[in-house]
């Protein structure tokens, strides 16, 4: 007698409502203590944790082109770009991808930044850039982004290093520097 395989429900995109800050807030916590845990050290974890708020993901929501992936009903993670220069971020820039500890390799991630990049595609977009922590840096390769460069960011007492990454969406190759 076989045994049913187990349904894995199929993640959903859609954008970000105001309503979503907080369990975005609370997500981006999690990922970074239990999934970027293998990539920094615990005090560099605590000091990118104290860095976000949940004005923060409010400003994010209202601010960029955020995107949040459910599974079952349930966040599973979220992405966002700016289409026009904000705050610190340049046109293009894809701020932040995170995704819940027990939803990592299930395509939520690639769901996501393939939103970004139609988002960035319909406003003309000709490149996408991010600053990848450790634990994205192979997500954002398998998609088409490349390594420009190793950077270091001062987080309170710490130094996390992370890398700068673009990805061309003109097709007519590798894009512009900074």
Not at 136 to 156: D, I, N, S
């Amino acid at each position: 007698m076989s045994v049913p395989a187990m349904s894995v429900p199929t993640p959903t995109v859609r954008r970000a409502v105001p309503q979503d800050a907080n369990r975005l807030y609370e997500l981006s916590l999690r990922a970074i203590s239990e999934s970027a845990a293998a990539h920094y050290t615990a005090e560099q974890l605590a000091a990118w944790s104290r860095r976000r708020n949940l004005d923060g993901h409010a400003r994010m929501i209202d601010q960029t082109e955020t995107f949040v992936a459910l599974v079952a009903g349930q966040v599973a993670g979220f992405a966002n770009v700016a289409l026009r220069p904000v705050g610190q971020l340049h046109r293009g820039e894809v701020d932040q991808l995170f995704v819940g500890p027990g939803h990592g390799g299930r395509g939520v991630a690639r769901l996501l930044l393939t939103a970004v990049e139609n988002a960035a595609r319909a406003d003309e977009v000709e490149e996408l850039r991010t600053h990848a922590s450790w634990r994205a840096v192979p997500v954002f390769e398998r998609l088409g982004y490349r390594r420009v460069e190793v950077e270091t960011v001062h987080l309170e007492d710490q130094t996390l290093s992370r890398v700068r990454m673009h990805k061309s969406l003109s097709g007519l190759g590798s894009g512009a520097a900074d």
